[in-house]
């Protein structure tokens, strides 16, 4: 039998232990509900947090702004915002030039010009193959991207795009080579015997 002594050691060691445990539970409940509020902080930033009437009214937003935008395409590399700005001036007040450009900075060779009136874009589509910096412009009204509405390409085969490297597709059934599917007789000149051939 164990002696009044060594009860109370456990007691006081097991005590010692629940309080520990309590602790840490007590700042891991912390720290989680300091990430849930990070987290709704970061939400609300990025506006992923949003009602559907935000949503409808800023893509109405869009639409009106893209209907006062066109698209200018074959823009030189070289050409600088201020550049087209000029070129489009003569259609009406430019409130925006946007030079799409990849990951590293250089331009794709396209731009949207965004005007302050919607009548300016009839006056910019007449500067359609206009020239700037010795390249012709493409100039197309700019249309609004519906989010969720990918255009879907048909999954036919692509003779470019490597695949069959030449061969058909099908072969009849009537044909069949002695050398196997797609192969071709090679004839090698007489040479020395090789152990390796």
Do not use: W
Not at 44 to 60: H, I, L, N, R, Y
Not at 97 to 120: C, H, M, N, S, W
């Amino acid at each position: 039998m164990e002696s009044d002594d060594d009860v109370d050691m456990h007691a006081a060691d097991a005590n010692e232990e629940l309080d520990d445990m309590k602790k840490r539970l007590k700042e891991m409940e912390d720290e989680a509900a300091a990430l849930r509020e990070m987290q709704a902080k970061v939400e609300k930033e990025m506006g992923s947090v949003q009602d559907p009437a935000t949503a409808s009214a800023s893509q109405a937003n869009r639409e009106e702004i893209d209907s006062r935008s066109v698209f200018v395409g074959n823009v030189d590399y070289s050409c600088t915002p201020e550049e087209v700005q000029q070129h489009f001036q003569s259609c009406g007040t430019v409130n925006r030039v946007t030079i799409r450009t990849d990951k590293f900075g250089q331009p794709k060779g396209y731009a949207y010009v965004e005007f302050l009136e919607v009548e300016a874009v009839q006056e910019a589509l007449s500067l359609n193959e206009s020239e700037l910096h010795g390249r012709q412009l493409k100039v197309t009204a700019k249309r609004t991207n519906i989010p969720g509405m990918k255009q879907f390409r048909s999954r036919q085969a692509n003779p470019y795009a490597g695949g069959f490297r030449g061969r058909s597709p099908y072969a009849p059934p009537f044909i069949y080579s002695p050398y196997g599917y797609g192969k071709v007789p090679r004839f090698r000149m007489a040479m020395r015997y090789s152990p390796y051939y």
